[in-house]
């Protein structure tokens, strides 16, 4: 009798999850292995639990921990009778290979979220879990005939992606090409950037407020339309430049040298907390700017705005004044995000985020 499956033909999935969009993802999971047929005739039985799965210091998979807390529940029959599929929002690589997944031991496959990129990531996810179980089982079965194995059989889901061997494990990998970048994609996926709008509450207040001066004062009126696209476009990247800035640095989100083990991870979290933060405060903009245009076109009637810019107004100078308005409303939004949630914007990094499932998991195990 195999770890992945029991006499009666059943085998029994537990899916842990770090917090977040990896839970999301493990849900997912779930329900595609819950009820699956493997080759072997093994039914699958899934269930999910949420716990912290912290890595160590320099960045990679704390397994020691990860094997402590799986174990704090049910007897060792149990644990022995069960696969464990870790989903975990570590960004784990192989130098420019984003790995998938990676097989511990007899019972344990660890699937890597950001590794998927950012398309589809729960359906990938599942099959490389439905992938990475049937290896396990055939390996136990040809193990039992007194025969050796090596899981090659990528699922289609999986592209290129191939198997291969660190650290004594099996692990899939993708391809090298454009590996970095789809794994800080899908690290920029797992941060969900639109969670950080409502952290910005009080700068798009700030903003809000700024930008109706663009409503009311037709000096600002007189300027949008005297400005060209290009000026115009300088002054909106310029004023998201600044918010952005003022976002990350105060709040100690980029990652320092002293916090990353090499170069190559500290710029791609730093990449990702900067496309992260930009993402959030671009929707901030765009959320300004629709406020702003729809503004205008209600208190300033066409007649009023082109005795003001000495020319019949139209469309595009309505945009041109909303264009403006949002910007300038965005550099003082800045000021009106040091009241921000400090701890929602955190959250939306990998480090803190990391530091926190460490606490976590320390106090789950009772240790200091």
């Not at 193990?143 to 899939?172: N, Y």
């Not at 290009?230 to 976002?247: C, E, G, H, K, M």
Request: glycine share 8%.
């Amino acid at each position: 009798m195999s770890a992945s499956g029991t006499k009666d033909g059943t085998g029994t999935v537990r899916i842990a999850a770090d917090p977040g969009f990896a839970s999301a993802v493990a849900e997912k999971v779930t329900d595609r292995l819950d009820g699956h047929r493997l080759a072997s005739g093994t039914v699958l039985r899934a269930e999910s639990v949420s716990l912290p799965l912290p890595p160590v210091e320099s960045g990679r998979p704390d397994m020691e921990t990860w094997a402590s807390l799986l174990a704090t529940g049910g007897s060792d029959e149990d644990q022995a009778e069960t696969i464990t599929v870790c989903v975990s929002e570590i960004p784990r690589r192989v130098g420019s290979r984003p790995v998938l997944a990676e097989i511990v031991g007899t019972s344990m496959v660890v699937l890597y979220v950001p590794s998927f990129g950012m398309r589809a990531v729960s359906r990938r996810a599942g099959a490389v879990a439905l992938t990475a179980i049937d290896s396990m089982r055939r390996r136990d079965d040809e193990t039992d005939d007194g025969g050796a194995t090596a899981p090659d059989h990528p699922t289609p889901a999986t592209g290129l992606a191939h198997w291969a061997v660190d650290s004594g494990h099996d692990i899939l990998v993708a391809p090298a090409l454009l590996g970095r970048t789809r794994m800080v994609a899908g690290m920029i996926r797992t941060n969900r950037p639109w969670r950080l709008v409502p952290a910005l509450s009080g700068a798009l207040a700030a903003a809000t407020a700024t930008s109706a001066f663009g409503v009311f004062y037709s000096s600002i009126w007189q300027m949008a339309a005297s400005m060209s696209v290009l000026r115009l476009t300088w002054v909106s990247v310029t004023a998201l430049a600044l918010i952005t800035a003022w976002l990350i640095l105060p709040n100690g989100l980029w990652e320092r040298r002293t916090r990353r083990q090499t170069g190559v991870d500290r710029a791609m979290y730093n990449m990702a907390t900067l496309a992260t933060v930009l993402a959030g405060v671009m929707v901030m903009y765009a959320a300004l700017f629709v406020v702003v245009g729809a503004a205008s076109a209600v208190v300033i009637s066409p007649e009023f705005l082109s005795a003001q810019i000495d020319r019949e107004a139209g469309a595009v100078d309505y945009v041109r004044l909303a264009w403006l308005a949002a910007s300038l409303g965005t550099v003082a939004g800045a000021v009106g995000s040091t009241v921000a949630d400090q701890e929602q914007i955190l959250g939306a990094t990998f480090g803190h985020r990391e530091a926190a499932r460490r606490r976590a998991a320390r106090s789950q195990l009772g240790t200091d």
